[in-house]
Structures are given as structure tokens and as C-alpha cells.
């Protein structure tokens, strides 16, 4: 279900920029499937630096819920500054979560 989601988020984000009026419906679905995968996958360990960075992951997957919001309300890009951000939060927390786990075996 997230990889589902993260193709209707790109294929929502590439097709909002030829103001297609359905891309917002198919980027804000896949942000929804992405973000419920990425909260409701838990971690009950004890490493505190985990903890954090999945708190950072579930704001950067609530960033990406913002950002197809704003594709329905704004007239101008702010959707881009908000997925921006997320986007960061997203690749930096994916990236460093594994190798802390790592080195916490």
C-alpha cells in the first residue's frame, strides 16, 4: 500500500504542474495511503534517537497531507514549499532510521 501511494503522490505531482483538475485528488490520495503506512508502523523499541526521527517522519508524512491540501486552496505554488520540506524530512529519516537500527543490534 505505501508504494501505491508513493506513485499516486509523484504521478499527482508531475501532472498538477499541467493544472490537470484531477491531479490534486490523485496526489492527496497517495499522500493519505503513504502517510497512514508510515503511522501506523510502529516502534516500540528504546532508542531515543529512533524515537525522534519517527516523530520527524510522521510530521514530514503530515507535511505531504498539508501539501495536497493546499493543491485544492491556493491559486498560487505554496503546495511546493510544503511538499519541499516534506520531501527532506521524508529522504533524511529514511535514510538514517535504518542505520540506527542497525546499530542498535
Known amino acids: 500500500m505505501q508504494m ?51 516523530r520527524q517522519q510522521i510530521i514530514g508524512a503530515v507535511l505531504l497531507v498539508f501539501a495536497g491540501v493546499l493543491m485544492f486552496t491556493s491559486k498560487r505554488n505554496e503546495w511546493i514549499v510544503c511538499l519541499t520540506i516534506a520531501a527532506v524530512l521524508e529522504l533524511y529519516t529514511a535514510w538514517r532510521i535504518p542505520s540506527e537500527l542497525e546499530k542498535e543490534k
Open 4 to 54: 501505491v501511494g508513493a506513485v499516486l503522490l509523484l504521478v499527482g505531482a508531475v501532472l498538477q504542474i499541467t493544472r490537470w483538475e484531477l491531479s490534486p485528488y490523485l496526489y492527496t490520495l497517495g499522500a493519505v495511503l503513504f502517510a497512514y503506512v508510515q503511522v501506523m508502523c510502529r516502534y516500540e523499541g528504546k532508542n531515543l534517537i529512533v524515537r525522534r526521527l519517527r
